[in-house]
Nanobody
Framework: QVHLAESGGGLVQTGGSLRLSCVGS????????MAWYRQAPGKQREFVAR?????TTSYADSVKGRFTISRDGVKVVLQMNSLKPEDTAVYYC??????WGQGTQVTVSE
């Protein structure tokens, strides 16, 4: 059974930074495509960033140049810089779009 656990969310002012981590069980982080998604109140869950087992990364246009996804051992990290109020959401990590963590809240104040 795959287990994913996110952490690092919080409240930050516009322009600030946060670093989200997702720890995965076993070798899931290094052997599957790991991704971050987010869901704002009243909106559908949307793709944010992914990193394939090869190391190839991709980003949503809305976060390109501000967010960076990386792997560090058994965890996948999302470094978020230059945060905007529209980045406010619950952030989820996913393995292969099949397994999901419980989410971590990110709130960006004006």
């Amino acid at each position: 059974q795959v287990h994913l656990a996110e952490s690092g969310g919080g409240l930050v002012q516009t322009g600030g930074s946060l670093r989200l981590s997702c720890v995965g069980s076993g070798s899931v982080v290094s052997t599957t495509t790991m991704a971050w998604y987010r869901q704002a109140p009243g909106k559908q869950r949307e793709f944010v960033a992914r990193i394939r087992s090869s190391g190839t990364t991709s980003y949503a246009d809305s976060v390109k140049g501000r967010f960076t996804i990386s792997r560090d051992g058994v965890k996948v990290v999302l470094q978020m810089n230059s945060l905007k109020p529209e980045d406010t959401a619950v952030y989820y990590c996913s393995s292969d779009g099949t397994f999901w963590g419980q989410g971590t809240q990110v709130t960006v104040s004006e």
